[in-house]
């Protein structure tokens, strides 16, 4: 890896930072307090180049935050964010370097489409030819000269990848951009950052909802409460494996009460007098009721789908699962470099 | 710690093509919309009005620099309506995303009013000089003092708008921003004014923003021939100087909110 670029010196830490052109993101133990909110705790993660990353939490978990600070947006209470082995405000042409979607209101409504771009092609210092480019990269070549307030949420959203494009960055960073697409334009941003990351550049995208890019990307990060609870692949998500029975019974309180006699604990009785219990095999249930003498009306299996793992992990369990086992531990970044 | 002297380090290092581009982006930002304009033609309106009341009763570079002050609010408007703008339309993350940092934008946006603020200033001038023969006045030998107060205006214009710069940085409110600066030249300043000449501190509030701007100009009409009669005795440069502090402090004001401002 070639260490060129700007070096500057640290004159407290006697240590120079560099650009390392890793196309790296590293988060190390950021921190993020909002007068009283803790929007993000201790949070460290990795995201390498030649991968889509997914970065996921329910509504309020701290993603925006965490891409906001990454961005330099925000200045953490704690820790850090770099890309390439910097933080954003010492990449000396950051838009060449990370390209963002943040949201799809981040435009004046009476500027036209080219117009737009072109503003920001001056600013990054990429040729105004770049803006014709990007736009017909996304799609909007004839939409360009159309006024951005008669734009659909769509194409706003398209507008605003071509903006994170204008610099040819090597970096792709967007914040829940699957909302406002329409199916079709949500295939099209799937193939699109696909083919990005397939180009050895590096994509974090965030969602809230695990199915909306479980087809896209190669690895996920959820937090929950500011905290990560999973680093992985999807195939490594934590399972709880565990199949999940519905029974139909005579007597659903005392089938209760004798599974749980058996150390069958996670157990919930439903109003309808449906019970679903998790973690034993409808065999094994059938076993203890015919031993108890109750009848069993009905039964169905059901495997955990991967959303609903990502529901339990966001929902359910609290900081102390931060230790979730992970492909490649956060700790091993990069730590040469500085 | 490390990372205020990292940012610092960082930010010594301003190259003029990287400048360029981002004032270059500011013009466009600029022209793409209207703001530049509509305040642009009540300045103008202001400065025509102020000069067909007064240019009977006074010597006519007189009238124009009288004009002319009032008419620069708009500049303040302009400059601040320009930094504000990226607030309401939350076009901010956007711009910070692609500057290297923010006093390089602030900067750039500061460039970009005070040159927009200057041609404020040239025009504003010019309309008030061209009504003058409407209101049945001659300019007679005071064309040497009715250009230097055109230039004035067109500092004092471009100081203007470099506050509004600050101011609307600072406050981000767009409306906020104008309610505050009408408030202030239409309210605040009179009343201190007041306050100031009762206590018998007149000489005080020539040192207010408003004031100082309108003794400038006052100031290059020819300034003994006027000292007298209209109590200008501070020389015209002080008071520029004065107006350029203020500028001063409202840009250095508004870069240190903007550095230390998380857009979330």
Known sequence: ?338 | MSAAVLDKAQHSTWSAAEMRGLVVSEFRKTLATSAWWALLIPGVVLAVGVLALRAREEYVAFSVASASAWASLFAVLFGAVCASAEYRHNTIATSYLSAANRPKLVAAKMTCAAVVGAIYGVVCAAAAVATVPLTGTAYGNEWPWILAVSAGAAVVFALWAVLGVGLGTLLRSQVGTVVCALLYVLLIEPIIGTVFSISGWDRVSDYLPDRSATLSLHGLTGGEQFGGQFGVATPWWLMLLVAAGYAAVFIVAGIAAAQRRDIA
């Open chain 1, 1 to 338: 890896m070639t260490i060129v670029a700007q070096q500057i010196t640290d004159p407290v830490r006697k240590i120079a930072s560099v650009d390392d052109h890793s196309g790296q993101i590293v988060v190390r133990n950021l921190s993020k307090r909002f007068r009283s909110v803790e929007a993000v705790r201790d949070l460290s993660f990795t995201v390498e180049p030649g991968q889509v990353t997914g970065f996921l939490g329910a509504n309020g978990a701290g993603k925006s935050t965490t891409l906001r600070a990454v961005l330099g947006l925000i200045r953490p209470s704690g820790g850090e964010a770099t890309v390439n082995g910097l933080r954003y405000s010492q990449l000396s042409h950051p838009a060449r370097v990370v390209g963002a979607v943040l949201d799809t209101n981040g435009f004046h409504r009476s500027r036209k489409a080219r117009a737009h771009l072109r503003i920001y092609a001056a600013a990054i210092g990429v040729p105004d030819s770049r803006a014709g480019e990007v736009l017909a990269l996304v799609g909007l070549t004839d939409a360009a000269n159309r006024k951005i307030g008669g734009f659909s949420l769509g194409m706003r959203q398209r507008l605003a990848l071509a903006t994170a494009l204008l610099g040819d960055p090597r970096i792709l960073i967007l914040d829940e951009p699957g909302s406002g697409l329409d199916p079709e334009g949500l295939a099209w941003l799937r193939g699109f950052l696909r083919s990005f990351a397939a180009t050895g550049r590096t994509v974090l995208v965030s969602s809230h909802q695990l199915a909306e890019i479980a087809q896209t990307v190669d690895r996920i990060i959820i937090i929950s409460q500011g905290t990560r609870v999973f680093q992985g692949t999807l195939e490594e998500l934590p399972g709880d494996n565990r199949e999940r029975v519905r029974v139909l019974s005579s007597e659903p309180a005392r089938l209760a009460s004798t599974l749980s006699k058996h150390d069958i604990a996670d157990i919930d009785a439903l109003p309808d007098g449906w019970l679903t219990v998790v973690g034993v095999s409808p065999a094994e249930i059938g076993r203890v009721a015919l031993a108890a003498g109750i009848a069993i009306y009905s039964m169905t299996s059901e495997q955990p789908d991967l959303e609903q793992q990502f529901l339990r992990l966001t929902v359910s369990q609290y900081p102390a699962q931060a230790g979730q086992p992970s492909a490649r531990p956060v700790t091993e970044a990069k730590e040469g470099v500085r």
